[in-house]
């Protein structure tokens, strides 16, 4: 059952769309659930679409098309590097390598602690800033370096 946090968060969304475009806020309700609850079951994709009065599909497919949505735990603190072209060109394979040894875990896994998730992330459009991460979806690291990435770790632990 969507928290009363929730439902008052994907109510203000709501007043940004015309009364009866409630499907619209789709996107900003899943981020809202996935915020609080770290990641979104399919048990939370159809509360999402009953309360926006949608069809479940419909929001499982907006759930399932973008990357930013987790259909499974996470760590506390997920690790998304871009390894698109111009990332790669710039050094995400040495980031990459550096972050599976130095966290213990490849993409899509957790460390044992619970506390990282790495994953592979799609071009983030930054490519100017490359190489780059983001965390949590919210912080975005760009001209990464293994001393910058190594701060950027110790600052989350």
């Given at each position: 059952m969507l928290s009363p946090e929730a439902i008052a968060n994907i109510d203000y969304e709501l007043t940004k769309y015309p009364a009866n475009q409630r499907?619209?806020?789709?996107?900003?309700?899943?981020?809202?659930?996935?915020m609080?609850?770290?990641?979104?079951?399919?048990?939370?994709?159809?509360?999402?679409?009953?309360?926006?009065?949608?069809?479940?599909i419909a929001a499982m497919?907006?759930?399932?098309?973008?990357?930013?949505?987790?259909?499974?735990?996470?760590?506390?603190?997920?690790?998304?590097?871009?390894?698109?072209?111009?990332?790669?060109?710039?050094?995400s394979d040495e980031i990459v390598n550096y972050l599976q040894s130095k966290l213990g875990v490849g993409f899509n896994e957790i460390t044992p602690d619970g506390k990282f998730c790495l994953k592979e992330g799609e071009c983030m459009g930054c490519c100017g800033g490359a190489p780059l991460m983001h965390v949590n979806n919210t912080e975005m690291h760009e001209f990464l370096t293994i001393e910058k990435v190594d701060a950027i770790i110790e600052g989350l632990k």
């Open positions: 499907q619209a806020a789709v996107m900003s309700a899943l981020r809202i659930v996935q609080e609850r770290g990641w979104l079951s399919k048990e939370s994709i159809t509360e999402v679409a009953q309360y926006l009065g949608m069809p479940e497919e907006v759930a399932t098309f973008y990357n930013m949505y987790d259909l499974h735990p996470v760590g506390q603190y997920k690790v998304t590097v871009c390894t698109n072209i111009s990332c790669m060109l710039r050094g």
